[in-house]
């Protein structure tokens, strides 16, 4: 058995004996470890927060943004252990429903309008917040599937995965995945994906995100083209004394188009997510666990 492997079996059984206040700060003490360890992530997280202020590198704002984005994703690593054992009711009863925005009063009916349409949702969310436990509410409601990468491990793998599948999420693996969820929609159930995640821009398709162009995979988008499934934006995150947040943006569906119209399409469709995306973030932006190069630039500036 590999060494990760048993310290992530001994941290779950731990978790699920400790009090969510303890397990917390626990939390958040080991992601600001990481956070100062962790040079060349630091190093990123600052260029990261520095963009989505709009201030330099080195201001104390972005500063103090960064170490909390850490500590907050300590939080969510440590609740992840403790997955098997939170309760769902606690969470819905600590859960505040900021849907509301003149055309919907919560969240269910934004689910409800993407699902009528009949060709299954895509539920994109992002390194945002809590997205388990968000996982875990929606499949109380509808079955969902979750699109998750693979770990080489694979009693590692067994274990994360499982504790996901335990809490009614059925697991899509990432590799090769595109005709699996087709098929999924194709039954007009839900699949969710965590979209944010930056390529080449020789890979993706081209998004205005925070007043700068980056480039994500077309991924999401062309399977909505290809199935008419919905997309709607959700994303559940933490707040003060054990309560919770959630939000869904109103769905959004793709138009029928010519094969030569489809990737003017999927630009569309991608840049609605990232624009749902830069809300979020800018109102909660230490929920945004983002410790990669996000902007071309970023690379290049990494490399000097």
Request: with cysteine; proline share 4%; hydrophobic share 45%.
């Given at each position: ?5 048993v310290?992530?079996?001994?941290a ?11 397990r917390h700060r626990?939390?958040k003490?080991?992601?600001i ?12 997280t600052?260029?990261?927060?520095a ?5 330099p590198?080195g ?5 103090c943004l ?15 252990m403790a997955?098997p ?10 859960l ?8 919907a009063t ?5 689910f409800?309008?993407?699902r009528k349409a ?14 388990d436990m968000?996982?875990a ?6 079955p969902?599937?979750?699109v ?24 899509i ?9 087709l098929r ?9 994906l965590?979209v ?18 980056t ?11 290809k199935s ?6 959700g ?7 054990q309560?919770w ?6 769905p959004i569906f793709p138009r ?6 489809q990737?003017q399409e999927?630009?569309?469709?991608t840049?609605y997510?990232?624009d749902?995306?830069?809300v ?6 230490t929920?945004?666990?983002m410790?990669r190069?996000f902007?071309?630039q ?7």
């Open positions: 058995m590999s060494m990760l492997y310290l992530a079996k001994g779950t059984k731990l978790a699920g004996c400790t009090p969510s206040p303890l626990l939390g003490i080991a992601g470890i990481c956070y100062w360890v962790w040079r060349s992530k630091r190093l990123m600052l260029r990261n927060m963009q989505v202020t709009g201030r590198v201001a104390a704002q972005v500063a960064a170490q909390a984005s850490w500590a907050n994703y300590g939080r969510y690593v440590a609740d992840f997955f054992h939170q309760s769902l009711v606690d969470f819905a009863e600590h505040i429903d900021l849907t509301a925005d003149g055309r919560q969240w269910r009916d934004y409800q309008l993407a009949g060709h299954g949702v895509i539920i994109a969310t992002a390194h945002f917040g809590n997205w968000a996982g509410f929606i499949a109380r409601h509808a969902l599937f979750a998750a990468e693979t770990f080489s491990d694979r009693r590692l793998n067994a274990l994360v995965q499982g504790q996901r599948e335990e809490r009614g999420i059925a697991i693996p990432m590799e090769r995945s595109a005709w699996r969820i999924v929609l194709q039954q007009n159930e839900i699949v969710a965590v944010d995640r930056p390529v080449a821009p020789n890979e993706g398709v081209a998004v205005n995100f925070f007043g700068r162009t480039y994500v995979p077309s991924g999401p988008a062309m399977l909505a083209i008419g499934a919905a997309l709607l934006p994303y559940v995150w933490y707040g003060e004394k309560r947040y959630g939000r869904f943006f109103a029928a188009c010519t094969r030569q119209e990737v999927a630009q569309r469709l840049q997510i990232y749902c995306l830069e979020m973030v800018r109102e909660w932006p929920q945004w666990y410790f190069p902007w071309p970023q690379v290049e500036a990494g490399q000097r």
